[in-house]
């Protein structure tokens, strides 16, 4: 069904996209903005010649205009070229391949599936397959299915069972359905390897060439990588043939869509400062924490202060976590209090607010954490908490990420109470609109009746009682004690320099803290534990192949340190750093 023809692509529109056919290169330059005008000149998807459905469900979906990445790859995509991507996750990369598989199965009347999507997680393989029914919702009989670990198994089998189109699954769980015969690969005709290299970076390498030597030859194959190391061009390189190649270059663009803020904040008024902020802003937002029990404590006090919250972490079966992501995007509830692994591909465009309720393991994981929202273009606002401890790595966060992060004030009595009054008003004014409460109109008249003549009261005196309903019993603003808020401040010259602290390491290292060959680290070990610096040194070199003279600046304090390692230590390293136990002796 999906052919491979090795002719030249028609020409790319989109004015910034450069393409050079001798090296199958085509480019995005991010430094050139697109102004109003030329993105009033882009003719969205009709260009594609896309079926009427498939345009049918984009314009249900809001995509008026493809993305660099879509503009890119779907022409190449059509013409059945293998193709290889460079595209983070929020560039539209989904769509990018998705539109096309789809648009070629329209008519595809086959019962084994033709397209075979493979993803590093199970959460990109529901995201994904979650894509590809969407943007098919139009389409007659086009059916997406998702297998990976942790579900059901025999319910994936009656599924594989019925006519299929596309299966999106991750390695192991496809590798399960095929050695058993429930998964018929033998109509594959095209393979798509998203988010490659987290794929590699997961050990799955071995997993993905037994799949792959197990698929019919002819295929077209599609790999969609964030970074492009050798071990993923040698992969490309054994296995694709003659692919166009995309680089969208979008990181900085989508960064900066973000509003990176921090807040300063000692630990024991964290949970009043987060009350607060979720006052002025309280819907789409999701707050990381570091450990499942805090999820559920942190959930619990933001619930008795009235609002709609969630927990996603570890614990949580599957097909629970998803019901509440689903709940989450439709607006059944608003917020959501999450540790790193659980939110793990997270996409749900509703969500404006990242809150970094405690402090990121490292830098990949702050920027993990923060593009969950301000996706594909959109903006949104992110905020950290920073306890005068970990100023420091603060500092080395905006050293990695080239970006300043601005301090923002915890919300005083005054601004809350203005966000309160604004709300109410604005609710009123809604409710006056006559075509919102035309059901009800007869009843309201009838009541209005009811007062004046029963009990005599004037419009003013209704328009006041109705009001002291909603405001109910509690006083309508705040009036707590809020001087611990300027208490929070650390002055400016203490922000990074942290003087006399574990001489010992600390201060016989040069100027670690301005030194950009250094990333840190924050380990959830410290006094109370009886850590000292030597078993901080002697569990990371036993652990890794970290030498002891490579690592720099350790900071102890009560109950967690901070760790000056080199920059760019690889994956692996990097998780065992993660599960790091380290023993007092
Ligand atoms: P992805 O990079 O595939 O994870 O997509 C990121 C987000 O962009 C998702 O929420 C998509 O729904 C959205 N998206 C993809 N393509 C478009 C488009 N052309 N217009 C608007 N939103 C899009």
Same mark, same amino acid.
């Given at each position: ?6 002719? /030249?692509?028609?020409? +790319? ?54 993305? &660099? ?6 022409? #190449? ?25 789809? #648009? ?35 389409? %007659? ?31 192991? %769980? ?10 018929? /690969? ?24 037994? /799949? ?76 990381? !924490? ?7 404590? +942190? ?11 969630? !927990? ?55 920027? @993990?954490? /923060? ?14 908490? !920073?306890?005068?401890?970990?100023? @420091? ?17 915890? &919300?005083?009595?005054?601004? +809350?109470? #203005? *966000? ?33 003549? *029963? ?39 203490? %922000? ?16 670690? @803290? ?20 030597? =078993? ?34 690889? %994956? ?6 993660? =599960? ?6």
């Amino acid at each position: 069904m999906i052919s491979k023809r090795k002719s /030249i692509p028609s020409d +790319i529109e989109g004015s910034n996209l450069t393409k050079d056919y001798e090296n199958n290169l085509i480019t995005e330059d991010d430094s050139e903005e697109k102004t109003e005008t030329q993105l009033e000149d882009d003719h969205g998807f009709l260009n594609f010649g896309f079926n009427k459905s498939l345009l049918e469900s984009l314009k249900k979906k809001g995509y008026k205009n493809p993305t &660099p990445i879509q503009k890119a790859a779907i022409p #190449e995509l059509m013409l059945g070229r293998d193709l290889l991507g460079q595209a983070q996750t929020g560039t539209g990369k989904t769509a990018a391949f998705a539109l096309p598989i789809i #648009e070629k199965l329209e008519d595809n009347n086959e019962v084994a599936a033709k397209v075979l999507v493979m993803t590093p997680t199970r959460e990109l393989a529901t995201q994904v397959a979650d894509s590809f029914k969407s943007y098919s919702s139009e389409s %007659r009989n086009f059916n997406t299915i998702a297998i990976y670990g942790g579900t059901d198994f025999r319910n994936q089998i009656s599924c594989l069972k019925r006519k299929t189109d596309v299966v999106v699954g991750t390695p192991g %769980r496809i590798i399960d359905h095929i050695k058993q015969g429930t998964f018929k /690969i033998n109509n594959i005709s095209c393979l798509v390897l998203d988010e490659a290299d987290e794929m590699l970076k997961m050990g799955f390498l071995e997993d993905i060439e037994w /799949i792959i030597d197990k698929l019919p030859e002819e295929k077209q194959m599609v790999l969609f990588s964030a970074t492009m190391p050798s071990e993923i061009k040698n992969i490309a390189k054994k296995y694709l043939n003659n692919p166009a190649e995309i680089k969208i270059k979008s990181i900085k663009k989508e960064a900066q869509l973000i509003s990176q803020k921090f807040i300063s904040i000692q630990r024991h008024y964290k949970l009043e400062a987060l009350k607060r902020i979720l006052e002025i802003k309280n819907e789409g937002v999701i707050i990381f !924490v570091r450990t499942k029990s805090l999820t559920a404590s +942190i959930a619990e006090a933001l619930e008795t202060s009235g609002h709609s919250v969630a !927990v996603l972490n570890g614990d949580i079966p599957q097909n629970q976590r998803e019901n509440t992501v689903d709940r989450l995007r439709k607006g059944f509830i608003d917020i959501l209090v999450a540790t790193d692994v659980a939110a793990r591909g997270l996409d749900v465009e509703r969500i404006k607010l990242v809150i970094n309720y405690d402090f990121p393991f490292d830098t990949e994981t702050y920027t @993990h954490r /923060i593009g969950r929202t301000g996706r594909a273009g959109r903006s949104g606002e992110a905020i950290l908490f !920073v306890n005068r401890r970990e100023k @420091h790595f603060l500092r080395n966060l905006e050293n990695s990420l080239k970006t300043k992060i601005e301090e923002l004030e915890i &919300p005083s009595n005054q601004s +809350i109470n #203005e *966000k309160r009054m604004d709300k109410l008003t604005k609710d009123i004014n809604i409710n006056s609109i006559s075509e919102k409460n035309e059901e009800n109109k007869a009843l309201m008249i009838d009541i209005l009746d009811t007062l004046k003549v *029963k009990y005599s009261m004037q419009d003013e005196e209704i328009a006041m009682a109705a009001i002291n309903l909603i405001v109910g019993n509690k006083p309508f603003f705040i009036e707590e004690d809020e001087s611990w808020i300027n208490k929070q401040n650390i002055p400016d010259r203490d %922000r990074f320099t942290r003087k006399g602290q574990n001489k010992s390491r600390g201060s016989n290292k040069k100027s670690t @803290h301005n030194n950009s060959g250094f990333e840190t680290f924050r380990f959830e070990y410290g006094k109370v534990n009886k850590i000292r610096i030597p =078993n901080i040194i002697s569990s990371i070199c036993s652990s890794t192949n970290i030498n002891g003279r490579a690592i720099g600046k350790i900071q102890v304090f009560n109950d967690f340190s901070l760790v000056d390692l080199p920059k760019n230590l690889n %994956r692996d390293t990097i998780n065992k750093l993660k =599960n790091l136990k380290i023993k007092s002796y």
